[in-house]
């Protein structure tokens, strides 16, 4: 198999490279799973459409049109220049930049207020308390300059709201949350049962809340390789650098797979490869009559 383990942080190069999870939610509650469906990983960037819907649910989508921006940047999900060259400095969710000042947009007084409103929100979607994982949270937190000069950027052009420094804590927190496939799934069949978690029968966010955040997965949720996976698949999804990928097929399922080998971009081999099957042979794809 192509691809090697992520080498941004070096607890993801530790990963045995081998294991494949993936796991389907039904809107109706079905479930399917299939290979390494328990083995955890941090969920990385895969976060960025859920806190986005957390967001936008008590902020309001144009708060977030305004601040952030919607449309994709065409550039890597790390870059400075995206930043610079809107006189606004709006990026779009699904790339860190935007991630940044979407997630300091959290309701709170202090870092660990937003915290807990975060956690308990992606833990709506995932239906179960998703929890961090301390050595990947250590990890990454001694290493993600990228993310810290960004947000610091950010907020020398009055971009973001609050302390970057504080911003960036919440960021790196919202990545290292340890998911498994499964979760990933139950979490992209919320999205796509219009923001009700279909195995708890909570509502998580609104319906128009849902509908954006599937939107904004479609215009970026592969960075500048986005326009090749919706012609391959069809369908929106959000990769992460620690080997998963939640598709959502609105209205009908969300998949959920981790398979740590990275192509060129950062998305799972192997998960690419799966999601473009399952939307083949279940016509899935829904620019597909």
């Known amino acids: 198999m192509t691809g090697g383990v992520s080498s941004a942080y070096p607890i993801l190069a530790e990963v045995d490279p081998e294991v494949f999870g993936a796991a389907v939610v039904e809107v109706s509650g079905q479930v399917a799973e299939t290979g390494d469906c328990a083995v955890g990983f941090p969920i990385m960037s895969c976060s960025k459409p859920f806190v986005f819907a957390l967001v936008a649910q008590a902020r309001g989508l144009e708060q977030l049109r305004a601040r952030v921006g919607f449309n994709a940047t065409g550039l890597p999900f790390g870059s400075a220049a995206a930043v610079e060259r809107d006189p606004s400095s709006r990026t779009n969710p699904m790339v860190n930049s935007g991630a940044l000042a979407t997630i300091a947009m959290t ?46 950027l950010l907020a020398t052009r009055g971009a973001l709201t609050g302390n970057p420094d504080d911003a960036t804590e919440l960021y790196t927190r919202a990545s290292c949350l340890d998911v498994t496939a499964r979760d990933l799934a139950v979490m992209g069949a919320t999205l796509a049962n219009s923001g009700i978690n279909p195995l708890t029968g909570m509502r998580v966010v609104e319906e128009g809340i849902a509908r954006a955040s599937v939107a904004v997965m479609t215009t970026a949720g592969l960075y500048e ?45 192997k998960g690419a490869k799966l999601a473009q099957s399952l939307a083949r042979d279940l016509r899935l794809d829904i620019f597909s009559a």
Not at 123 to 128: D, K, L, P, T
Not at 141 to 152: K, P, Q, T, V
Request: hydrophobic share 35%; net charge negative; no cysteine.
């Open 107 to 152: 309701p709170g007084s202090t870092v660990d207020e937003q915290w807990e409103r975060i956690v308990n929100s992606l833990s709506g979607f995932a239906g179960r308390s998703l929890v961090i994982h301390p050595e990947v949270h250590l990890a990454v937190s001694s290493s993600n300059y990228r993310n810290r000069a960004l947000s610091h």
């Open 225 to 269: 390789t986005t326009g090749d996976w919706l012609i391959d698949v069809g369908l929106p999804a959000k990769s992460g650098i620690g080997g998963g990928i939640v598709t959502v097929a609105p209205g009908t399922l969300g998949l959920g797979s981790y398979a740590p080998r990275l192509d060129a971009a950062g998305t799972s081999v």
